[in-house]
């Protein structure tokens, strides 16, 4: 399950929710270990969802690393979820209205902004029956989240999930702090049946190629992606196709946190790589205390 405490919010996408998350993070203690944060509004789109995601994730984990909590204060964006057990829920004072999820709740008076969305011309308005995400999922973050949360979106049936093999990784930068297999598939085991609903199954893969299992499982309809593993999945495609099976409809999400593109390698992004950068640090921290 996630966590004890919900920020209640109605529509993201035309409303600007940072004021509101600035007031419950100035309310909560840095040693929470994170909150969820539920959308009420109804998402039908793919596009629409990335872009709800996209926003709160990233408005969100703004205010925390404003407000000195730590990197690993956990957040979690469920959207068409039908959760009701928090302990404690926040709500803006203007859409106290959405109904009670949680024992206690307290209003919050906070301006909230509005703005226009993008025009949500989704390219996948439908599910999949079996679609396939893939990942190293180390230190399980937002960006992963959004990734993971897109698939559960896209399929009505079955998600085959990736998790790449620590023998692929040991020229990973900071490899020293990865987190064993064992430990992120768990992590993605635990945020699936927090997202997924009853009526889809999921299915776990180490990864020990480029393809995984997208390479060896015929039926599988659709592959989630992020925008800068495209190549990756051309390369599938191309596999597939020599093999005899079915291509797949590509669907990707943006890269959270870049403010570039491919040409500058998606400079900003958030990425594993940082994550397990301050892992290091923390655990130096901790040495020169001791």
């Not at 944060?37 to 703004?62: A, F, M, P, W």
């Not at 768990?186 to 997208?214: N, R």
Request: net charge negative; hydrophobic share 35%.
């Amino acid at each position: 399950m996630g966590y004890s405490t919900v920020l209640v919010i109605d529509d993201p996408a035309t409303k600007n929710y940072s004021n509101f998350f600035q007031a419950v993070l100035n309310q909560l203690p840095p040693s929470l270990p994170g909150i969820d944060v539920l959308v009420t509004q109804r998402v039908k789109q793919t596009k629409e969802l990335n872009y709800i995601l996209s926003s709160v994730y990233g408005s969100l984990r703004s205010c925390a690393n404003e407000q000195m909590f730590p990197f690993t204060f956990g957040i979690n964006v469920l959207v068409n979820s039908l959760r009701s057990d928090w302990y404690f829920a926040f709500v803006p004072a203007s859409e106290s209205g959405n109904g009670v999820v949680a024992d206690k709740t307290r209003a919050i008076e906070t301006e909230i902004d509005n703005r226009q969305p993008p025009d949500f011309q989704s390219f996948s308005e439908h599910q999949f029956p079996v679609s396939a995400v893939g990942g190293t999922f180390d230190h399980l973050h937002d960006g992963h989240k959004i990734l993971l949360s897109a698939a559960a979106f896209a399929t009505s049936k079955h998600l085959i999930v990736g998790i790449t093999g620590q023998q692929m990784l040991s020229k990973k930068k900071f490899a020293e702090v990865m987190e064993s297999l064992d430990r992120r598939l768990g992590a993605v085991t635990k945020y699936l049946k927090e997202i997924l609903p009853e009526s889809v199954t999921f299915s776990i893969y180490q990864i020990d190629d480029v393809c995984g299992p997208t390479g060896f499982v015929r039926d599988i309809d659709a592959l989630v992606i992020s925008e800068e593993t495209r190549k990756g999945a051309t390369f599938v495609n191309d596999y597939r196709r020599k093999q005899g099976f079915s291509e797949l409809e590509v669907l990707s999400v943006d890269v959270l946190g870049s403010d570039g593109g491919e040409q500058d390698n998606w400079k900003g992004k958030i990425s594993s790589t940082d994550m397990r950068e301050e892992e290091l640090k923390r655990r130096s921290k901790k040495q020169r205390t001791v």
